[in-house]
């Protein structure tokens, strides 16, 4: 494995599902995956943490931007915090391939969500 192949901090595989860590930042301008917090990856969101919208659109964002289905998305860890762990079910590869693309650069274009 080189290096540009290893593993991020904040992905872990299981099978043929992903643990993905991630550090929310609700209340944003936009709607944006991108970056690094610590050892998470950095994703932005409008909705406010308020009786768990924001957690219902961590889940339509990682949806819509990695093309999964809702039941694949399972918040596994840090229902009421910013700090999150999320366990993607039956993973496909383009999805461990998007989310180290995601981290790469603090500037990731953000998602334009028309259904809002």
Do not use: F, W
């Amino acid at each position: 494995m080189t290096s540009s192949e290893t593993r991020p901090p904040y992905l872990r595989a299981d099978g043929d599902d992903l643990y993905v860590r991630v550090h929310v930042q609700p209340g944003a301008k936009t709607d944006a995956i991108g970056g690094c917090h610590g050892d998470a990856l950095k994703i932005r969101l409008r909705a406010r943490p308020v009786d768990g919208a924001a957690n219902t659109a961590l889940s339509a964002l990682l949806c819509a931007t990695l093309r999964l289905k809702r039941q694949q998305i399972t918040l596994v860890q840090g229902e009421s915090a910013r700090d999150k762990v999320l366990r993607i079910s039956a993973a496909p590869i383009h999805v461990q391939t998007q989310l180290r693309k995601y981290a790469e650069s603090a500037h990731s274009p953000a998602l334009d969500r028309e259904d809002r």
